[in-house]
């Protein structure tokens, strides 16, 4: 059953992936925000499936890589869920316009930003937890932890005020259409991680 749970979950993270990278393309923000919750649902079982399998010397690797996923996860949850109820089912001043709609690029777009520095991190540590036996495992390793680079980024951009609501929005596409390109291999390589795996 434990394999299994990886495997799926990295079968569903793969499919919220695509249809995020979908979404941002044709500017259906709704299917965007929706997909982003799907990522994060599938986020934290594949996280704790490399806390799981891992070697007894690296399992505080996986195990931060947990607590670091259940952060991102509450985070994102909150941020699309009020986009998706909230923000989309009334009608707002303008000040709370500015901050909860994620189009402005206020306070909850800067949290999402935190999420995504904080999964960054996650990856990091569960690259550091897996143990390398087959070229897939090598590849899956090297990728979660160079994808922890984009923690620098995701949290340091916020702070300098990088993003504005009258930023070209084809700018964002493009930097989201790029870490779905990156992002979806993971997904894919998780699951012959986990299929390769004893119970």
Same mark, same amino acid.
């Given at each position: ?6 495997? !799926? *979950? ?7 992936? &695509?249809?995020?990278?979908? *979404? ?9 925000? #929706? *997909?982003?919750?799907?990522?994060? #649902? ?6 704790? =499936? ?13 195990? &931060? $890589? &947990?607590?670091? $996923?259940?952060i !991102? ?5 909150? &941020? ?22 994620f ?16 999964? $960054?991190?996650?990856? #990091? ?5 897996i143990?390398? =036996? ?13 994808h =922890?680079?984009?923690?620098? *980024? ?6 300098? =005020? ?14 989201l ?9 993971? $997904?894919?390589?998780? !699951? ?5 795996c004893?119970?």
């Open positions: 059953m434990d394999k299994k749970i990886g495997m !799926y *979950s990295s079968v569903v993270n793969f499919i919220a992936v &695509v249809c995020f990278a979908l *979404s941002m393309l044709f500017g259906f923000d709704y299917g965007s925000y #929706f *997909s982003s919750m799907f990522i994060a #649902f599938s986020f934290v079982p594949m996280m704790c =499936g490399y806390a799981h399998f891992a070697e007894k010397e690296a399992k505080l690797a996986g195990y &931060v $890589s &947990v607590a670091f $996923s259940a !991102y996860t509450a985070i994102i949850l909150l &941020v699309y869920f009020a986009q998706i109820t909230t923000v989309r089912l009334n009608d707002l001043t303008h000040q709370a316009t500015m901050l909860l709609d189009q402005q690029c206020g306070l909850l777009f800067n949290y999402d930003l935190l999420g995504y520095a904080v999964m $960054s991190l996650a990856t #990091f540590f569960a690259g550091l937890a143990s390398v =036996g087959t070229k897939t495992d090598k590849w899956l390793k090297y990728q979660l932890m160079v =922890g680079i984009f923690f620098i *980024s995701c949290l340091i951009m916020p702070m300098i =005020g990088a993003f504005k609501a009258n930023s070209p929005t084809w700018i964002g596409v493009v930097v259409e790029f870490w779905c390109l990156y992002f979806c291999p993971i $997904s894919v390589l998780s !699951y012959l991680h986990f299929s390769n004893g119970e």
